[in-house]
């Protein structure tokens, strides 16, 4: 899979992007992950890629022409899948979302700040807009961290142990089981019995109860959701 992710503060996504399963990821070609500064699209003696709203208004708009020409060069590159734009009035991220784009094979991702970016971005070039919950973050590149982070992880050979992402939390819109790890005992606190015993369908049967359990209790509204 490739990420091409667009943005004008390229600096944010550095942190995020080179750790972990994320750097493991991109060491193993899982994944190629390409960061575009938008002021390298710009003409002006400033690399300018905001300016005032039309119209008034507090905050800084993006310019149309850097992203439009940030875009056009990486679609002369290849065909992508998707171009998401991360904003808060997009759709609401979710696992099965970022189950679906993990089967994508190139896709692009735009970070807005400040204020927003011209709509005709959004007409023109957007294919589909994204959130990543009710808040308002200064800018998309968290969001698109989050967002390549849930994605990545995902990709046959990013995890030791692939069957882990089969047990996540949300898999079967289920939340996981409770986990311990040695010692069996401590301060007092007992690691559950069943755990210790080494018979697998007991251990099975104990964590689907969990994650009913666990759903139930903080949850209600993830149990009558149809899978997406
Ligand atoms: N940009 C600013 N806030 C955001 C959010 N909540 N989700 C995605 N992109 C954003």
Same mark, same amino acid.
């Given at each position: 899979?490739?990420?091409? =992710? @667009? ?16 750097? /493991? ?5 899982? @994944? ?5 500064? !938008? /002021? ?26 850097? =992203?439009?020409?940030? =875009? ?10 998707? =171009? ?22 190139? $896709?692009?991702? !735009? ?5 927003? $970016? ?28 989050? @967002?390549?982070?849930?994605?990545? /992880? ?48 007991? $251990? ?25």
């Amino acid at each position: 899979m490739r990420i091409d =992710i @667009v943005t004008g503060l390229p600096e944010i996504l550095n942190g995020p992007l080179s750790e972990s399963i994320i750097k /493991r990821a991109q060491e193993n070609n899982s @994944v190629t992950i390409a960061i575009h500064n !938008l /002021r390298d699209y710009t003409h002006d003696r400033h690399k300018t890629i905001d300016d005032t709203p039309y119209g008034g208004g507090a905050g800084m708009v993006l310019k149309p022409e850097p =992203i439009f020409e940030c =875009i056009e060069a990486l679609h002369k590159e290849r065909r992508y899948d998707e =171009i998401i734009y991360m904003t808060p009035d997009g759709n609401r991220f979710t696992q099965s979302i970022a189950a679906g784009l993990s089967l994508k094979e190139n $896709i692009v991702i !735009l970070c807005g700040h400040y204020k927003g $970016i011209d709509e005709r971005v959004r007409e023109a070039l957007v294919t589909s807009e994204l959130s990543i919950g009710d808040y308002v973050l200064t800018g998309g590149e968290l969001a698109a961290a989050v @967002v390549v982070d849930a994605v990545v /992880r995902l990709l046959p050979g990013s995890l030791h142990d692939s069957t882990s992402a089969m047990t996540d939390t949300f898999q079967d819109n289920l939340l996981g089981a409770p986990v311990y790890t040695r010692p069996p005992e401590y301060r007092g606190m007992k690691v559950p019995d069943v755990l210790l015993t080494g018979n697998h369908s007991a $251990i099975e049967e104990w964590r689907q109860e969990q994650r009913i359990k666990r759903t139930t209790e903080r949850r209600p509204d993830l149990l009558n959701k149809k899978s997406e």
